[in-house]
């Protein structure tokens, strides 16, 4: 009798991979896997003998590939760039035609538009697929974002489906209680088909640009509760915990109210009092603004969010700065419960434009690209899963559920009564902060924005007429339609020209 073969495999068991496969093992999937050091894939499937659907290790590419059902369906999980392009290469001369590669890792959409483009022409099918929610999303279930041959994905679909996170279908909430070999059962599944080639990887450096704006944010509502209030963490970490069950409601306020109430093992004091304040980054925040600035897309807020972890890095500088350079001598002296009823609104306002931003983004990308991304089902797939999960995002859902061509969610009907409501609150914190010397990028980038916005008129007209001035770049006139260009013929500088 021959062997069983496999549903599909993985290539790479570092952490992420690993939880991954146990994630489709957990579901009934025999899952086969590869690892370039052996011993890692040994010690992995020893560990786990167990699981419904099975795991089997294979120690060679030629073995784990002919382990594979046809077609194959291969999920690759290394470093993105020249690492997946390698195992790519490793694998292709033991596919058939039709056979599916599958990278899940945080590729630059671009690389994944060139391999779908590349392995289409030797006739195998390539699915970029987004994967979020860390650890423990792949462990018990991310959000997923795949992309790619609409075919393709139909094959890898059930498993996909299977293996997302869930959340409830009436409320949009996630549904936990997952463990080892005990999957969530029911709900809606956080992955739906994004779009051809690189769509998927698009969708998911968004998110992960709307995730730095979200994090930075969260940072600055903890930096005036602290150098403006003078709060210890633990009292911030109450507040974040009590917001958490409001309309911040998401993972990141939830662990944010974990990390401030956390003593650190060592001390005993408070652990974020311990950690250095030296940001790290993977680049995909970069991405989204680089990406933003080349299709000239307004997304200030994550690209504020970007240069404060860029700011923080420099700490040497900014020590040596603080003995230098000085702030204003200001303190607060309001009502303190007020002051923070007020952040909470600031942090919900600049949350808001941020993932505006985020979703015009999108919505020019698939111009450039020729996609047509549903915005409402991205929306409802990060619901879940996903590190930037949270209540708000079904807002979001029924906002495109209500126009999917929305241009900009500021104009959604609710989105818009929300900021009228709480703008104030906004302003004054922005304000407050400014005053006393506590910066706030994010919050103070997301208010411009907003203002910048609403505004029918700015001055880009001066700055249209200094352009033609330098540079003959032409203007467009008030008084003249659209699209009819002029050019002033500009005296000396220091000389104005006067109508006669």
Same mark, same amino acid.
């Given at each position: 009798?021959?062997?069983?073969?496999?549903?599909?495999?993985?290539?790479?068991?570092?952490?992420?991979?690993?939880?991954?496969?146990?994630?489709?093992?957990?579901?009934?999937?025999?899952?086969?896997?590869?690892?370039?050091?052996?011993?890692?894939?040994?010690?992995?499937?020893?560990?786990?003998?167990?699981?419904?659907?099975?795991?089997?290790?294979?120690?060679?590419?030629?073995?784990?590939?002919?382990?594979?059902?046809?077609?194959?369906?291969?999920?690759?999980?290394?470093?993105?760039? *020249?690492?997946? !392009? &390698? =195992?790519?290469?490793?694998?292709?001369?033991?596919?058939?035609? $039709?056979?599916? @590669?599958?990278? +899940?890792?945080?590729?630059?959409?671009?690389?994944?538009?060139?391999?779908?483009?590349?392995?289409?022409?030797?006739?195998?099918?390539?699915?970029?697929?987004?994967?979020?929610?860390?650890?423990?999303?792949?462990?018990?279930?991310?959000?997923?974002?795949?992309?790619?041959?609409?075919?393709?994905?139909?094959?890898?679909?059930?498993?996909?489906?299977?293996?997302? *996170?869930?959340? !409830? &279908? =009436?409320?949009?909430?996630?549904?936990?209680?997952?463990?080892? $070999?005990?999957? @969530?059962?029911? +709900?809606?599944?956080?992955?739906?088909?994004?779009?051809?080639?690189?769509?998927?990887?698009?969708?998911?450096?968004?998110?992960?640009?709307?995730?730095?704006?979200?994090?930075?944010?969260?940072?600055?509502?903890?930096?005036?509760?602290?150098?403006?209030?003078?709060?210890?963490?633990?009292?911030?970490?109450?507040?974040?915990?009590?917001?958490?069950?409001?309309?911040?409601?998401?993972?990141? =306020?939830?662990?944010?109210?974990?990390?401030?109430?956390?003593?650190?093992?060592?001390?005993?004091?408070?652990?974020?009092?311990?950690?250095?304040?030296?940001?790290?980054?993977?680049?995909?925040?970069?991405?989204?603004?680089?990406?933003?600035?080349?299709?000239?897309?307004?997304?200030?807020?994550?690209?504020?969010?970007?240069?404060?972890?860029?700011?923080?890095?420099?700490?040497?500088?900014?020590?040596?700065?603080?003995?230098?350079?000085?702030?204003?001598?200001?303190?607060?002296?309001?009502?303190?419960?007020?002051?923070?009823?007020?952040?909470?609104?600031?942090?919900?306002?600049?949350?808001?434009?941020?993932?505006?931003?985020?979703?015009?983004?999108?919505?020019?990308?698939?111009?450039?690209?020729?996609?047509?991304?549903?915005?409402?089902?991205?929306?409802?797939?990060?619901?879940?899963?996903?590190?930037?999960?949270?209540?708000?995002?079904?807002?979001?859902?029924?906002?495109?559920?209500?126009?999917?061509?929305?241009?900009?969610?500021?104009?959604?009907?609710?989105?818009?009564?929300?900021?009228?409501?709480?703008?104030?609150?906004?302003?004054?914190?922005?304000?407050?902060?400014?005053?006393?010397?506590?910066?706030?990028?994010?919050?103070?980038?997301?208010?411009?924005?907003?203002?910048?916005?609403?505004?029918?008129?700015?001055?880009?007209?001066?700055?249209?007429?200094?352009?033609?001035?330098?540079?003959?770049?032409?203007?467009?006139?008030?008084?003249?339609?659209?699209?009819?260009?002029?050019?002033?013929?500009?005296?000396?500088?220091?000389?104005?020209?006067?109508?006669?």
């Amino acid at each position: 009798m021959s062997e069983q073969l496999s549903d599909i495999g993985l290539v790479g068991l570092a952490v992420m991979g690993q939880n991954l496969a146990l994630n489709v093992a957990d579901h009934g999937f025999r899952i086969s896997v590869y690892n370039r050091t052996a011993a890692t894939m040994e010690k992995f499937v020893a560990e786990n003998p167990n699981t419904p659907g099975g795991l089997v290790g294979q120690t060679t590419i030629e073995a784990f590939v002919a382990s594979l059902k046809t077609p194959r369906k291969m999920i690759i999980l290394v470093k993105a760039g *020249a690492p997946t !392009d &390698a =195992v790519i290469e490793g694998l292709l001369p033991h596919l058939d035609q $039709g056979d599916i @590669v599958i990278d +899940g890792g945080n590729a630059l959409w671009t690389d994944t538009i060139r391999r779908e483009k590349d392995l289409a022409a030797k006739g195998f099918r390539f699915i970029g697929s987004g994967v979020s929610g860390g650890e423990e999303g792949a462990r018990f279930g991310p959000s997923l974002m795949p992309g790619g041959d609409p075919a393709a994905y139909k094959e890898i679909e059930p498993i996909w489906t299977a293996i997302a *996170a869930k959340v !409830d &279908a =009436v409320t949009g909430k996630p549904i936990d209680g997952a463990s080892p $070999g005990k999957p @969530v059962v029911g +709900g809606v599944s956080c992955s739906t088909y994004i779009g051809p080639n690189g769509a998927g990887h698009y969708v998911k450096m968004v998110h992960n640009g709307i995730e730095y704006g979200d994090m930075q944010m969260i940072c600055e509502a903890y930096s005036i509760m602290k150098n403006l209030l003078g709060m210890a963490p633990g009292e911030i970490g109450d507040v974040f915990a009590e917001w958490n069950t409001g309309l911040l409601d998401s993972f990141l =306020v939830e662990i944010t109210a974990d990390i401030l109430r956390q003593k650190d093992p060592v001390t005993g004091a408070p652990f974020v009092d311990i950690v250095l304040d030296t940001a790290g980054q993977k680049g995909t925040g970069k991405w989204t603004s680089v990406n933003a600035l080349d299709m000239g897309v307004p997304a200030p807020t994550v690209a504020e969010a970007v240069f404060a972890r860029c700011l923080s890095a420099v700490k040497d500088e900014r020590v040596y700065a603080s003995t230098k350079l000085v702030g204003p001598s200001q303190t607060f002296t309001g009502d303190k419960k007020a002051m923070i009823a007020a952040i909470h609104d600031a942090l919900y306002c600049s949350k808001i434009c941020s993932y505006a931003q985020g979703f015009q983004l999108m919505r020019e990308a698939q111009k450039e690209y020729k996609w047509t991304l549903n915005f409402g089902e991205i929306a409802q797939i990060w619901r879940g899963g996903c590190i930037i999960r949270a209540r708000f995002l079904q807002k979001i859902t029924e906002a495109f559920g209500r126009d999917g061509k929305l241009a900009n969610l500021l104009l959604d009907e609710f989105f818009n009564s929300e900021i009228q409501r709480t703008q104030g609150n906004w302003r004054k914190v922005i304000a407050e902060a400014t005053l006393c010397g506590i910066p706030v990028p994010t919050f103070s980038s997301a208010l411009s924005y907003y203002d910048g916005y609403r505004s029918a008129s700015l001055p880009a007209n001066l700055l249209q007429a200094q352009r033609d001035f330098f540079g003959a770049h032409t203007y467009e006139r008030t008084d003249q339609p659209r699209g009819k260009f002029f050019h002033l013929d500009w005296p000396e500088p220091g000389r104005p020209q006067i109508a006669s």
